[in-house]
């Protein structure tokens, strides 16, 4: 391994360990409610948003052939989606918003890493049958991702696109 490869290595490492920890730290559990509400923090895509911001309502099914519908999404930048999801499947689905890069590193980790809990405000977990809700504010324009990260699912193609456009 040349030594630039090496560094590639070690700064990949070093950052999903300090997700993981910062996911520990926070008590971030999957499926599990907290008094405390997930701080927000600005991410690439946009900040978790407020109920009276909503500008519009989007809602995604998800299914056990592995899809969300719709998965192409447009919105403006500075709108603030309630998205509401519903699991049509069997099994329990997620939605978890990020760019392409942050969701494989976060699918790879959670496939070797059997019963990973986590939550935050950029995801939904939905049992068979039920209905999530996630508010979702899109500040910065560009291209992202949302896929459902359990083993599995991921790799079976269960992915979307959402393309933010600049005001």
């Not at 490492?13 to 927000?40: F, M, R």
């Not at 999530?132 to 899109?138: C, D, H, K, R």
Request: proline share 4%.
């Amino acid at each position: 391994m040349s030594a630039s490869s090496n560094s590639v290595a070690l700064l990949l490492s070093l950052g999903l360990l300090l997700g993981a920890s910062a996911a520990l730290a926070a008590g971030e559990h999957h499926g599990t409610h907290h008094a405390a509400a997930p701080v927000k923090q600005q991410k690439a895509w946009g900040i978790a948003g407020e109920p009276e911001q909503v500008s519009r309502t989007i809602e995604i099914s998800m299914n056990d052939q592995m899809r969300f519908s719709p998965d192409q999404l447009e919105v403006k930048q500075g709108e603030t989606i309630r998205f509401v999801h519903r699991n049509e499947g069997q099994v329990m689905h997620e939605f978890v918003l990020g760019t392409q890069a942050e969701l494989q590193a976060h699918a790879a980790m959670m496939a070797t890493s059997a019963g990973m809990q986590h939550d935050s405000p950029d995801m939904a977990h939905v049992a068979p049958g039920q209905r999530e809700e996630l508010i979702w504010t899109f500040n910065r324009a560009g291209e992202f991702d949302f896929a459902c990260l359990i083993p599995g699912h991921y790799q079976a193609g269960m992915v979307g696109k959402v393309r933010v456009l600049a005001n």
